[in-house]
């Protein structure tokens, strides 16, 4: 929320709704078994340096759960490996 608000494609009072609707939300963190590991066999898959994107790609496909990104790299790329979808798709 804090990126888009910066670049101006959403306005400081969308992105404060936004922010306190998740901090509200009952979220509850989660680190499955296996999670690095699988984030490093994704990397190796795409041919990424770096396993940042990859973790979230692995805790999608651990839980079963779609990913949902504002980032078209990511969604591109992981969409063939988990059930990525964009703020259109909702």
Request: glycine share 8%; aromatic share 6%.
């Amino acid at each position: 929320m804090h990126e888009l608000r910066w670049r101006k494609e959403i306005s400081g009072e969308l992105a404060a709704i936004a922010v306190n609707r998740l901090a509200a939300a009952d979220v509850s963190p989660r680190r499955p078994k296996g999670l690095i590991e699988e984030a490093w066999r994704i990397a190796d898959r795409l041919g990424w340096a770096k396993t940042y994107d990859a973790e979230y790609l692995a805790l999608a496909r651990l839980l079963r759960c779609r990913l949902l990104t504002t980032n078209g790299k990511l969604k591109a790329a992981g969409s063939g490996l988990a059930n990525v979808i964009g703020p259109a798709d909702l």
